[in-house]
Each structure stands twice: as C-alpha cells, then as structure tokens.
C-alpha cells in the first residue's frame, strides 16, 4: 500500500483526495465502499488505453483498468478509509492519498471552455463569454452533464454539416441531443422546428435549457426515447452518437426522415465508416473527416 499524503503548509482549506486503480470488476465494489465512507465525489477514468466507443444504452464504464478518485472531507479518518478499502479491493491495488487547496471551482472551470470556432461565421460560446467575431452567429452553450460543448471533432463536424444545409422553414430531428447543441443550431440556422430525443434525462434537461438561452425554446420539442411518435416524419435528422447505436437505430432513422430528405451520421471514427455505410445500403453518403472522426452526410430517395 503506497501513501503519499502532501503537507499543509498554509491555513487554507483543503480536501482529501484518495484514487485506487483497479480490474473492471472490482470498480463497482469499490465505488460502493468510497461513498460508504463518505465520499462528497467519486469520479471514474479509463487507467489503460481503453477508449469506450460502442453501445447501445449508457451504463457504467467497461474499461478494462479503472481508476476511481474520490473526494473528502479534510478531517476524514484516512486510516479508516484505507483500511475497509483494502478489504473490498485487496492489497494488489495500491491506495493514493493527498490533499489539494480549495479552489474558486466555477471559475477555474470557466477556462476549460472558451469560445470554439466552428467556421468563419460560425462560434460556440458559454454563457460567459462572447465570440471574438462581433457579426458572427454565436450559440450560447453550457457546458454540463451532457454532452456537447462544440469542443469534440463529431460535433463540429455535425455543426458544419447543418451550417451547408438550406434549413429555412425546414424541420429537424436530432436523436441522442446531448446538450441540444445540434437542435439548437439548427433552429439559429433558420429550420422551423427541431426535435430533440435522448435517452438520459439530464440531456433533455440542458436542452431544453439550452434552447431557452438562444431563444429559440419555443421552436423545439424535447422528448424522450421511446416516446417519439411512430408518425413524425424530419426533412432532416441527424444523430451524433457511438458507431454501434447508429447502426442499431438504422431503421428509426430512416423512419423518421421524409422522402429526399437528409440524414448526417456521427460520432463514428473512420475505422467505423465502412460498417456503418453497410447499415445504411440505400445512402449514398458524403463522407468529411477532422482527425479520427467522420461524418456521413446522404439523401433519402424520393419514394
């Protein structure tokens, strides 16, 4: 067992902070036992190099090696801690302990997320801060729980994708919204309406936050998966998820788009491309491509 406990040098607060990396198996016993002990925070992150790709439904992480680091109270018993914790991981997996100062969290936050240049007229920006580019259109995004900041490669290249498309008076459907970011920039694009559907709460939650910071909540419907009507027809849908769900949600995508409309498919890595052209055989798509991400850009036929 490995302890490393930092000084105290000065009179500010401080928290305890306790990581232990251990087998896919184990992590969830022991994400059990730190907030049996009172953890305020438990974070988990990928130890190897494992990046989770595919998956029909959120769940927890499948990583081969985790690492779970937990935040306490600073007057925590640590002996205590490390103690129940060896009971439940063992002695293999060696147990981190130090201590980090306070912080102003929500301003050392604000600087993980400045403005993004999606193009030339194009940003995205958090509720604090104003694209560079006085006459560009801007989308005010939060950074949250879900997911979409207009950081990730798939995102900008599914904002791209929308910002090419004609959308005056059309209508949008944006399948697993995230933070509504898709839904939201096509509704300041120009389309009439957008519909939002995820499976998490959270997501329809800060879309329809989100909505309302552009002004544009009165243009959307967030509903959730499941719950979508069989009749709704988009002339445009776009899904920016994991290359597995795309290609398990193939048919409702195609469901859903109108005859000769358009269907732009991301958050699939180019490896991934060929499989998911293969799920969708009567797509002739346009493939773009920013690093190890792509998107798919086709038109369904006229029936």
């Excluded at 059309?170 to 399948?175: E, N």
């Amino acid at each position: 067992m490995s302890h490393a406990v930092a000084a105290n040098p000065s009179t500010e607060a401080h928290w305890l902070r306790i990581a232990v990396t251990v087998a896919h198996e184990v992590a969830g016993r022991a994400e059990e036992a730190l907030e049996a002990l009172g953890a305020l925070a438990i974070t988990r992150t990928d130890a190897g190099n494992s990046p989770q790709f595919d998956g029909a439904t959120p769940g927890d992480p499948r990583w081969p090696l985790q690492t779970l680091t937990a935040v306490f109270d600073p007057h925590t018993d640590i002996t205590a801690c490390t103690t129940t914790l060896i009971s439940v991981i063992g002695k293999t997996s060696p147990v981190q302990i130090d201590r980090f100062a306070d912080q102003d969290w929500e301003l050392s936050g604000r600087t993980q997320f400045p403005p993004v240049r999606i193009s030339d007229k194009f940003w995205v920006c958090p509720p604090w801060q104003s694209a560079p580019d006085p006459d560009a259109l801007s989308l005010t995004i939060t950074p949250g729980l879900a997911f979409g900041t207009g950081t990730h490669p798939t995102t900008q290249l599914c904002l791209i994708a929308l910002e090419k498309l004609l959308l005056e008076g059309r209508s949008v459907l944006d399948w697993g919204c995230g933070s509504g970011i898709l839904a939201v920039a096509a509704l300041r694009l120009g389309a009439a309406h957008a519909t939002a559907v995820d499976l998490d709460p959270r997501a329809l939650t800060a879309t329809q936050d989100n909505a309302e910071r552009n002004g544009v909540s009165h243009a959307l419907s967030v509903i959730e998966a499941g719950r979508l009507s069989q009749t709704l027809r988009s002339d445009i849908v776009v899904a920016n998820i994991l290359a597995g769900t795309v290609m398990t949600l193939a048919s409702t995508l195609n469901h859903h788009l109108r005859p000769g409309g358009t269907l732009i498919l991301s958050g699939i890595l180019a490896a991934q491309a060929d499989r998911v052209r293969a799920a969708f055989p009567q797509y002739n798509f346009d493939l773009s491509r920013r690093d190890d991400w792509i998107v798919l850009r086709g038109q369904r036929a006229l029936d």
